[in-house]
Each structure stands twice: as structure tokens, then as C-alpha cells.
């Protein structure tokens, strides 16, 4: 297994977890009283504090800004100095609900320690994936609630401390909520409710896709490092992303997972690397298809692609004994069959409600915690790279049985050399 991840000093990932989850058992675990807002006296404000501060996490402040009264952001925490101050440019706009004075502002690797230490009661980590297993760990053992992009791992030793994590969070009485947010969705929660009620009868089949074309590029300066330079690339570094199958596809293996109410047993993936192969593209794949079986038998159908110049397809359908549902974000969420349906609803944003359902769980004195569900579904993609790299069947009982664990030795700026491309049966993918 190679090695491989993000954000820390000089340290390495697996230090870092190994001793935080030691001081998580020995204390944490033996305090859960309930915090249900961690507000200052007499208060139900949100003190909003931010950890990456890139195109998604300035995206979520405007969303945790808009969701709810009573919000303000007053700490933000990301490794470069030029990304922190042209977010906070951007976000000048929205007036005086950011407060966030020149001393909570906090750069470097041990900017999201900062953040978490603040007075901040609600976190929002939005730095590159790798790094979410430690931040998680970090805020919930602070106590903060928090909102957290997808996905939450790259390997398995990174899922299981998000596990720990939310049980931990769960004991405390602490609300976490992820960023899939299709489960926000009012069309695609009366979809699914319809589904488990029994609409199309018994699951045979799911299908899910996101394909689409390319992403951006940033072009490499004379000044960085390889470290700073795939930490400005970071989609296509897996120790950072996780590969485009974890980063985005993870959305609608998710929605399988909900309909399916579990996760699936085994996978069999193929993938590759045919039309995004100049080096500054790392070495993710550019294209998978996988299967899915899930306990019962029933299997999905998987395939995810980012290739330039493709047409684009992000949507699930479900096969049932008695007719079909089809959800397309944004465009068509309907059940076909002899109970058909079709949504006819109103819209809302997504984005912005999975931040007001969770402040409206908080302030309720009842958050709820989603950690484990958006666990589960990163597993599920985790495992169906790692079964296109590796070119072999992959059951989650047999990936959960290692430590893979993807992080580099040190997080520090200077060399680091792009892992090969994987080659299925070669030994050269990450396990």
C-alpha cells in the first residue's frame, strides 16, 4: 500500500490520528454531556467558522449566511494567505453578517486547529477531502457542530476515524450534517419516500451516472513546490480527492444507497485514463464503470466520467416489480408505473437548506448527525476505485479488514513526486 494526505505541519496524518484518537477515547468519550448549541449565554446565535476557503467554501458561507437569522461568519482558516483574503473580497458583499476580524483569520497548516479553538459554534470544513478524517476528529472533540462537504475519506483508515467521529458526535449531542445535498432535496425526499413506501415494488435494479466534461486547471507558478502545486490541483491527487469517483460520483452512489437503505457487499470496477493524460491532470482516472451488489442481490449500475468535449449525464433510476423511478437533478424527479407520479412542487435550494434544517435541529435542542450515512456512501465509492485500479472484485468486509491508508509520510511543502497512474494488475494502484 502506498502512502499518501493533507494539513497538518511537518507531521503525518497517521501521527496525528493516532494520538488524537488516544485523547478522544481517554477524555472525550468520557464527557458526553449534551451541547446542544454551545452558544453563548442567552444566545442562539450561529458563530460560523470556516476551514478552506476555496470555490465550495465560500460557496457555503453564502449558503449558512442566507439559511437562517441569527448567522454570522467570524473565523475563517485556509493554508494560503492569497485564497483566504480573495474569499473574503468576495464575500465583502454580504455586509456585516461577516465579522471576521484580522486575528480570526488564521493561514498555514495549523490554520484549521485555529479555527476549531476559536469562539466559533459552527464549523465548516471545505478543504480538499484527504484532510477531513483529522478536521472532523479535531471539531468534534472541540464540540463544535458541523457542516461538512462531501466526501469525508480517501481510504479506509480515514473512514474509520470518521466512524469514531460520529459516534463520538452522537454521544455529545452534537449536529452534523454533510454535503449530499440531495437528502435536502424536497423533490428527491418525496421521491424516495414514495419508493420505500412501496410505489415501484421490490428494487431489481439501480442505475447512477455522472458524467460530464472537464474541470479546471490551475497552470503551475515558478515559485511552488510539487506539495503546493498538487494542493492547488487537488482533484486529480487521490491522496486529496479521493479520484473523481469519491470527489463527485459519490453523490449518486449515495442516492443508491438511500433507496437501498444499506450499503452494498462487493464491487467489480473498470476505469481509466484516455483522454486527460498530460501531467498536469496528476493521475486520477478520467473515466469509470462499475457494479455494485448489494446483500439482497440487487445491483447498480455505475459508471462516472470527466472527459473534455462529452456530453453530460448526472442522474439514478431505480427498477422495480412494479414501475420505475427516475431522478435527475434539477430536471425530473417522477415514478413511472401503475402509481406514477411526478413531482410538482416548488424548488428550493439544496445547498442552502441542508445549513437551515441543521441550525433548525440545533436551536431545537435535537440535531441530528448524518456523518455515518455520508461515511458509508464515501466507502462505497472508495471501494469501487479501488476495484478499477486494482482490476479485482472488491468486498467491503475485505477493504475494511486493512489500514489502507493513502496519506503522505510528511505534510510538508517541497518535493513530492506524483504517484504512477494505476494499471489494473499490475500492482501499481493504491493498495
Not at 1 to 29: E, I
Not at 248 to 272: E, K, S, T, Y
Request: net charge neutral; with cysteine; charged share 20%.
Amino acid at each position: 500500500m502506498s502512502s499518501h494526505d493533507d494539513t497538518l505541519g511537518g507531521s503525518s496524518r497517521r501521527d496525528f490520528l493516532r494520538t488524537t484518537t488516544a485523547a478522544v477515547v481517554g477524555g472525550t468519550l468520557a464527557s458526553t454531556v449534551n451541547i446542544p448549541g454551545a452558544f453563548a449565554a442567552g444566545s442562539d446565535e450561529i458563530r460560523v467558522g470556516v476551514i478552506g476557503c476555496g470555490g465550495r467554501g465560500t460557496g457555503a458561507i453564502g449558503n449558512v449566511l442566507a439559511s437562517a437569522p441569527g448567522v454570522r461568519l467570524v473565523a475563517v482558516g485556509d493554508l494560503f494567505p492569497d485564497r483566504l483574503a480573495e474569499s473574503l473580497k468576495n464575500l465583502a458583499k454580504l455586509g456585516d453578517k461577516v465579522a471576521v476580524p484580522k486575528e480570526q483569520q488564521f493561514t498555514g497548516w495549523d490554520a484549521y486547529q485555529k479555527v476549531i479553538a476559536s469562539d466559533v459554534n459552527y464549523v465548516i470544513l471545505a478543504s480538499p477531502p484527504g484532510f477531513r478524517p483529522a478536521h472532523l476528529q479535531a471539531a468534534i472533540a472541540a464540540g463544535k457542530h458541523v457542516f461538512t462537504e462531501k466526501p469525508v475519506a480517501v481510504d479506509a483508515a480515514g473512514y474509520k476515524t470518521v466512524v469514531a467521529a460520529a459516534e463520538v458526535a452522537t454521544q455529545k449531542g452534537l449536529g452534523v450534517a454533510a454535503g449530499t445535498q440531495r437528502r435536502h432535496h424536497a423533490a428527491y425526499r418525496e421521491a424516495m419516500k414514495r419508493l420505500h413506501e412501496g410505489a415501484i415494488g421490490d428494487i431489481v435494479a439501480i442505475r447512477a451516472y455522472w458524467n460530464q466534461g472537464g474541470l479546471w486547471n490551475k497552470p503551475r507558478e515558478a515559485s511552488w513546490s510539487d506539495m503546493e502545486f498538487q494542493l492547488r490541483n487537488w482533484l486529480y491527487y487521490t491522496w486529496l480527492s479521493g479520484d473523481h469517483i469519491v470527489e463527485q460520483h459519490v453523490h449518486n452512489l449515495d442516492v443508491g444507497n438511500w433507496g437501498m437503505n444499506g450499503i452494498p457487499a462487493r464491487v467489480f470496477g473498470v476505469g481509466g485514463r484516455q483522454a486527460r493524460t498530460a501531467p498536469e491532470y496528476g493521475h486520477i482516472f478520467d473515466h469509470f464503470g462499475l457494479e455494485y451488489e448489494y446483500p439482497n442481490g440487487v445491483r447498480m449500475q455505475s459508471m462516472c466520467r470527466q472527459i473534455p468535449g462529452t456530453p453530460g449525464l448526472v442522474a439514478e433510476a431505480f427498477v422495480g416489480t412494479k414501475g420505475t423511478m427516475d431522478t435527475q437533478d434539477g430536471r425530473r424527479y417522477e415514478i413511472s408505473g401503475p402509481n406514477a407520479w411526478k413531482w410538482s412542487g416548488e424548488f428550493t435550494d439544496p445547498y442552502q437548506q441542508e445549513h437551515t434544517n441543521l441550525i433548525e435541529s440545533i436551536r431545537a435542542g435535537k440535531p441530528f448527525n448524518e456523518l455515518k450515512q455520508v461515511a458509508d456512501s464515501t466507502l462505497t465509492a472508495i471501494c469501487g476505485r479501488e476495484s478499477a485500479y486494482t482490476g479485482k472484485v472488491v468486498t467491503f468486509e475485505q477493504y475494511l479488514a486493512t489500514d489502507h491508508n493513502i496519506s503522505p509520510a510528511k505534510l510538508e511543502f517541497g518535493p513530492m513526486p506524483t504517484p504512477p497512474v494505476a494499471v489494473p494488475g499490475s500492482g501499481t494502484g493504491t493498495m
